[in-house]
């Protein structure tokens, strides 16, 4: 292939832009805030999991005092007759007086022991409440710090993608006053090696893949006409010709 050599010269100009969208590009995928925001997304997992498990056993211990409560209610009144018609000597009868104090006796036990389970019950429900309460601060934390997270990122973002806009609009004009051979040339070897197509042969080196060129391949490279595209017999990038590569 043929080119004007000011041509393949302002390749060095398309490397220039290219090795810039390539940074920016990477910069934007490798924003140290997408690693934090990664890490805080899995804290308020692991922080909604928890308050879930803690609202569940809040909600068991409500449900515990609430059981108790219904035995107690209906225990206490019972409790209350009792000892009203106790009190009141409406029982006249020895065996059912006996019986009527046994069953005081009897309530009185069992409404010792379900206030007794009452007071353990409260006591979860005051802890369970407290463990909400804490872990729901502490996912509110996480949260608010992903929203300030998220704002610098998108600050970021925004700003790479208007260097990006500027970057990408000067390598549009300045490939439409290359050849379109050049150009596609230099595109279909920069696929396939994941970079730039064309590299500064400066003091004999080729600046894409830095390795020297031998002795004979200068001699070609020496001999060739300024129109012909030359090309690094290494990386198979279009070596670019200055007034430094050394070549005479």
């Known amino acids: 292939m043929q080119a004007d050599p000011a041509a393949q010269r302002r390749l060095l100009e398309l490397v220039a832009i290219d090795t ?3 940074q920016l590009t990477h910069r934007r995928n490798n924003l140290p805030e997408n690693a934090e925001l990664a890490e805080l997304r899995a804290r308020h997992t692991e922080a909604s999991r928890a308050l879930v498990a803690a609202e569940t056993r809040l909600s068991d211990a409500q449900r515990e005092v609430q059981r108790v409560e219904s035995d107690l209610v209906p225990a206490r009144q019972r409790l209350v007759r009792d000892q009203e018609r106790a009190d009141q000597g409406a029982v006249t009868d020895p065996r059912a007086l006996r019986g009527l104090l046994e069953e005081i006796e009897h309530l009185g ?11 353990d019950h409260l006591q979860e429900v005051e802890d369970a409440t407290a463990d909400r309460d804490h872990l729901a601060a502490a996912r509110d934390l996480v949260t608010a710090r992903a929203r300030e997270v998220i704002a610098a990122r998108d600050q970021q973002v925004a700003e790479i993608d208007g260097r990006l806009a500027v970057a990408r609009d000067a390598r549009a004009s300045l490939v439409a006053g290359l050849p379109a051979d050049l150009v596609g040339l ?9 970079g730039a197509g064309a590299a500064e042969l400066r003091a004999k080196r080729c600046l894409g893949c830095l390795l020297e060129i031998n002795a004979a391949d200068l001699r ?29």
Request: charged share 35%.
């Open 109 to 119: 036990g069992r409404i010792a022991t379900l206030e007794d389970q009452e007071l």
């Open 186 to 194: 230099y595109d279909r070897i920069g696929a396939r090696l994941g």
């Open 20 to 22: 810039q969208v390539a």
């Open 220 to 248: 070609r490279f020496a001999a060739a006409a300024p129109e012909e595209v030359i090309r690094c017999e290494e990386c198979d990038r279009i070596l670019v010709r200055t007034p430094e590569s050394g070549l005479s």
